[in-house]
C-alpha cells in the first residue's frame, strides 16, 4: 500500500528565501503530483511528474521526481507573499488512485 | 474545455439530518469521480471513488454513501449526520483514460454539522 509522506509540515519563510519541501513515497509511483491549496478553497494542480528525472517549474515554483529514491522535491525560489497556501503531494496507488501527503503549510512572511 | 461543479458552496445541518450533495462535470465522458472530505487543518480522505455509471467503490466505512445516476454525476449522502461529519467535502474528477488520473478538483461544500 502507498504510503507519502510530505516535511515540513509547516513552514515559515522569510520573502525572498529559499526552501525545499520534500515528499517521500514508500513503494512505487510511477508518477507523482503537485497541488496547492489556497485557505478556504479547492485544490489546484500545480505539476504532473511523469518519469524519474523529471523536473518542472512554474515562476518561482520548481518540482522534481527521483523514483529509485522515491523523492520528490518541490524548490521554492525567492519566496514572495503570494505563494502562501497549502501544498501537497500525491503519489498513484493501487487502482489508479492518488495518496496525497498530509500536506505542507507555507507562510511567507515580508 | 471540462469544468467541475459542487453544490451548495456550503451547508449547517443538525446531527441527524440527511444529507444531499450534488457535483456534475461538463466537457467530458465516461470521467472517473471521486469524493474526498477534509477535516479542518488535516489531510484529504478518499471516500468514494466511481469508474462508471452505478459502479461506486468505498474506502471508508462509515455513515456516507454515494451514487452515479448519470455519467457526470456523483452524489454524496447520509440518511443521519454526525458530529464528526462536518469538514469540506470535495468533489474530483479524472480521464477514463489508460494512464490519464490526473486529477481535477471542484470548488468544495463545507459541511457543518452542529
Known amino acids: 500500500e502507498l504510503k507519502v509522506e510530505q516535511n515540513p509540515l509547516f513552514l515559515s519563510m522569510q520573502e525572498g528565501k529559499n526552501y525545499t519541501i520534500y515528499c517521500n513515497y514508500s513503494?512505487?509511483?510511477?508518477?507523482l503530483y503537485w497541488y496547492r491549496q489556497d485557505p478556504g478553497k479547492s485544490l489546484e494542480s500545480l505539476f504532473v511528474l511523469l518519469s524519474n528525472g523529471a523536473v518542472k517549474q512554474e515562476g518561482r515554483l520548481m518540482a522534481s521526481l527521483d523514483t529509485k529514491a522515491r523523492l520528490s522535491t518541490l524548490h521554492i525560489t525567492a519566496a514572495v507573499h503570494d505563494l502562501s497556501a497549502t501544498y501537497f503531494c500525491a503519489g498513484r496507488g493501487y487502482g489508479n488512485k492518488l495518496v496525497f501527503g498530509a500536506g505542507t503549510i507555507l507562510r511567507v512572511k515580508s | 474545455s471540462q469544468t467541475i461543479h459542487q453544490w451548495p458552496a456550503t451547508l449547517v445541518q443538525p446531527v441527524g439530518s440527511p444529507l444531499s450533495l450534488e457535483c456534475t462535470v461538463e466537457g467530458t465522458s465516461n470521467p472517473n469521480l471521486y469524493w474526498y472530505r477534509q477535516a479542518a487543518g488535516r489531510g484529504l480522505q478518499l471516500l468514494f471513488y466511481?469508474?462508471?455509471?452505478?459502479?461506486i467503490s468505498s474506502e471508508v466505512p462509515q455513515n456516507l454513501s454515494a451514487s452515479r445516476p448519470q455519467d457526470r454525476q456523483f452524489i454524496l449522502s447520509s440518511k443521519k449526520l454526525l458530529l464528526s461529519d462536518s469538514g469540506f467535502y470535495l468533489c474530483a474528477w479524472s480521464s477514463g483514460l489508460a494512464g490519464g488520473n490526473e486529477q481535477f478538483f471542484g470548488p468544495g461544500t463545507r459541511l457543518t454539522v452542529l
Open positions: 513503494t512505487t509511483s510511477d508518477r
Open positions: 466511481s469508474v462508471g455509471i452505478g459502479q
